[in-house]
Nanobody
Framework: QVQLVESGGGLVQAGGSLRLSCAAS????????MVWFRQAPGKEREFVAA????????DYADVVKGRFTISRDNAKNTVYLQMNSLKPEDTAVYYC???????????????WGKGTLVTVSL
């Protein structure tokens, strides 16, 4: 069992930066790929970024590529999402999730956090 708790959300102006964190409980964190999703008001949950268990492989949605960076620290049981050059359309609740494999599919995630709200103003 893995429990995930996101933090770091908040209100930021367009062009600004935020770093989200996702802290995991349990000793098996390093065996999971970790994935960030987001859900904007009135929209479906969408894939943002993923990182393999070792951190050696990453994957990004096209809309965030070049602006967001996913990383992990297995010693701290934490995965991060550095978000730069934020746009109003990045406004959403951001969720982290754990998966057996590096995947973009929400239905394949084994564990989910409760999310943290990011609001980007003009």
């Amino acid at each position: 069992q893995v429990q995930l708790v996101e933090s770091g959300g908040g209100l930021v102006q367009a062009g600004g930066s935020l770093r989200l964190s996702c802290a995991a409980s349990g000793r098996t964190f390093s065996s999971y790929a970790m994935v960030w999703f987001r859900q904007a008001p009135g929209k479906e949950r969408e894939f943002v970024a993923a990182i393999s268990w070792s951190g050696g492989s990453t994957d990004y949605a096209d809309v965030v590529k070049g602006r967001f960076t996913i990383s992990r620290d297995n010693a701290k049981n934490t995965v991060y999402l550095q978000m730069n050059s934020l746009k109003p359309e990045d406004t959403a609740v951001y969720y982290c999730a754990a998966s057996d494999i590096l995947s973009r599919a929400a239905y394949g995630m084994l564990y989910w956090g409760k999310g943290t709200l990011v609001t980007v103003s003009l």
